[in-house]
C-alpha cells in the first residue's frame, strides 16, 4: 500500500563507513529524487532520475553515489562518512512528463554518524 | 540566492482559528508551481496542496486553500478550523520547469495549535 518507501528508517554509525539507504515508490512514476534535510530542517536537492537516468546531479561531495537499477528503485550509496553527513534523506517520485506532477515524498531516513 | 522565502517565527494558533503562513518566491519563468508540504514531528514529508502559476482559481483542498496573488509572488498558505493535528512544521516550495522540475524549498514556517 505504501507509495513511497525507504530503509531503513533510522541509521547510526561509525565515521569512514559506507552505507545505502534504498527507495522504492509502486506509484509508476518516472522521476526519482534525492533530498537532504539537515539539523535546522532545510531541505535542498541532491539527485534526481528520469527513468533511471541522471538529470539532477546537485553540488554533493563525490561520495554520494545515487543507482537506479530501474525506474521503480534509487538507492543511494555513500562511501566514506563523516559527521557532517548526519541528516534525513527523502527520497521522492514523481510523475514523468515535462512540466507537472506532484512530488510525494517517503518517510526519510535518519543518518546519524558517529 | 534564495528562491522561496518564509519568515514568520514560530505561530501559535488557537484551535477552530484560522491561520495564514506566508510564503514569497523569486522567479523570472512564467511557468512554474507552488507547493505545501506538511512536516509533522514524526518526520515524513506530506503533500498538502498546489498552484500552477497559470491557474487563474487559488486552489483549494478541504480546509487548506493558496492565497495566490502573482504579481506580488506571495502564495501563502490558509488552514481553517485548526486542529491539534495540525501542529507541524509547513514548507513552501516551487517547482522550475527548467531546472528538471526539481523543488526549492523554503526554510518553513513552525505552527503549534492551543487546545
Known amino acids: 500500500d505504501t507509495a513511497v518507501s525507504q530503509t531503513p528508517k533510522y541509521l547510526v554509525t561509525q565515521m569512514g563507513n559506507d552505507k545505502s539507504i534504498k527507495c522504492e515508490q509502486n506509484?509508476?512514476?518516472?522521476?526519482m529524487y534525492w533530498y537532504k534535510q539537515d539539523s535546522k530542517k532545510f531541505l535542498k536537492i541532491m539527485f534526481s532520475y528520469n527513468n533511471k537516468e541522471l538529470i539532477i546531479n546537485e553540488t554533493v561531495p563525490n561520495r554520494f553515489s545515487p543507482k537506479s537499477p530501474d525506474k521503480a528503485h534509487l538507492n543511494l550509496h555513500i562511501n566514506s562518512l563523516e559527521l557532517g553527513d548526519s541528516a534525513v534523506y527523502f527520497c521522492?517520485?514523481?510523475?514523468?512528463?515535462?512540466?507537472?506532477?506532484?512530488?510525494?515524498f517517503g518517510p526519510g531516513t535518519r543518518l546519524t554518524v558517529l | 540566492a534564495q528562491k522561496i522565502t518564509q519568515t514568520q517565527p514560530g505561530m501559535f494558533v488557537q484551535e477552530k482559528e484560522a491561520v495564514t503562513l506566508d510564503c514569497t518566491y523569486d522567479?523570472?519563468?512564467?511557468?512554474?508551481?507552488l507547493f505545501w508540504y506538511k512536516q509533522p514531528s514524526s518526520g515524513e514529508m506530506i503533500f498538502l496542496i498546489y498552484q500552477g502559476s497559470y491557474d487563474e482559481q487559488n486552489a483549494t483542498e478541504g480546509r487548506y486553500s493558496l492565497n495566490f496573488q502573482k504579481a506580488r509572488k506571495s502564495a501563502n498558505l490558509v488552514i481553517s478550523a485548526s486542529q491539534l493535528g495540525d501542529s507541524a512544521m509547513y514548507f513552501c516550495?516551487?517547482?522550475?520547469?527548467?531546472?528538471?522540475?526539481?523543488?526549492?524549498f523554503g526554510k518553513g514556517n513552525q505552527v503549534v495549535v492551543i487546545p
Open positions: 506509484l509508476g512514476h518516472d522521476t
Open positions: 516550495a516551487m517547482r522550475e520547469p527548467y531546472g528538471n522540475n526539481r523543488l526549492a
Open positions: 521522492a517520485s514523481r510523475p514523468g512528463g515535462a512540466i507537472g506532477g506532484t512530488q510525494y
Open positions: 522567479t523570472s519563468d512564467q511557468s512554474y508551481g
